[in-house]
């Protein structure tokens, strides 16, 4: 099948309800079909069965994403009813403990069940190593892969346990890669052509090199990411860029070696293991009585 070019430029933008209620819409189809059948849970457990039960988190983690539960479970039956017992972002130390209750037609929890835990702890396993990081450093911390369809999801993780999300998509921002780079022929034709056909947008370039960080300040990038850079590159690069961009390091930072890059100076670190790296955070869904 040929994908369908998409012209961004003209298309409405969409609100966080929005997105996540397509995407959810997705994983049902992609779960139950479109017919939304479940054969296991259609034999065994009749229509008129009504059940309650509460979810519990079995492992140490930040919480986050029980609004995303009831919008599954809402969309499986409006005679759901899920109460939250923490807030989003709190950390839960003791466990097992009970986050959430709920009650409703039995069938249509069972059929909801996998959807709703699986973003539940994605969400909650991407805010607790976010956490994680946040504590290190204070206030730094960038996210840029995501996986399809979950990439709202994610960012609310992210933003949730204190961390700060990077551009949403390509047309929301212009971030000058190492191949774009490469097919411009240097930094300063890729920013110079990026700037003439985008004067609105802020401008981010790659670089790797010295050579390349001072093209990007001559230039007038307005953000100036280093990557892969050893510690002392990064210092180098902070006296060379000065205030004339905001500073962003990128590349196999991770919890053990962070801290060797809290530079002054420096004004944002990009993870990319808050998410393609976090393990969902052990939680379940136990039916306790039905009648």
């Known amino acids: 099948m040929k994908p369908t070019a998409l012209n961004t430029n003209k298309m409405p933008s969409l609100t966080v309800n929005q997105l996540m209620d397509r995407a959810i819409e997705l994983a049902i189809t992609e779960d139950l079909g479109a017919q939304l059948e479940d054969p296991t849970s259609d034999s065994i457990v009749g229509p008129e069965v009504k059940a309650s039960g509460a979810i519990y988190c079995k492992q140490p983690g930040v919480i ?64 607790t190593i976010t956490k994680l990081f946040v504590d290190k450093t204070g206030a730094f911390g960038h996210k840029k892969k995501t996986t399809p369809c979950l990439r709202v999801f994610e960012r609310v993780a992210v933003a949730s346990a204190g961390g700060t999300n990077h551009r949403f998509g390509l047309y929301d921002a212009v971030l000058i890669k190492d191949n774009h780079v490469r097919l411009a022929k240097g930094v300063k034709p890729a920013v110079a052509a990026a700037r003439k056909a985008n004067p609105q947008m802020t401008i981010e370039v790659e670089t790797t090199t010295l050579e390349e960080v001072r093209d990007a300040v001559e230039i007038g990038a307005d953000r100036i990411l280093l990557d892969n850079m050893t510690p002392e590159l990064v210092r180098q690069s902070v006296q060379i860029i000065g205030k004339k961009a905001y500073i962003e390091v990128s590349g196999g930072i991770n919890l053990s070696n962070i801290e060797k890059y809290l530079i002054d100076g420096v004004n944002g670190i990009s993870i990319g293991a808050l998410t393609h790296s976090a393990p969902g955070l052990d939680i379940s869904l136990e039916v306790e009585t039905f009648v």
């Open 64 to 127: 986050v994403g029980l609004e995303i539960v009831e919008m599954v479970l809402k969309r499986f039956d409006e005679n759901i009813f899920l109460t939250t017992l923490v807030a989003p972002g709190t950390y839960i130390e003791v466990v097992p403990a009970k986050i959430a209750e709920f009650s409703g037609p039995a069938a249509a929890i069972l059929k909801a069940e996998r959807l709703a835990l699986n973003l539940l702890q994605r969400m909650s396993g991407i805010a």
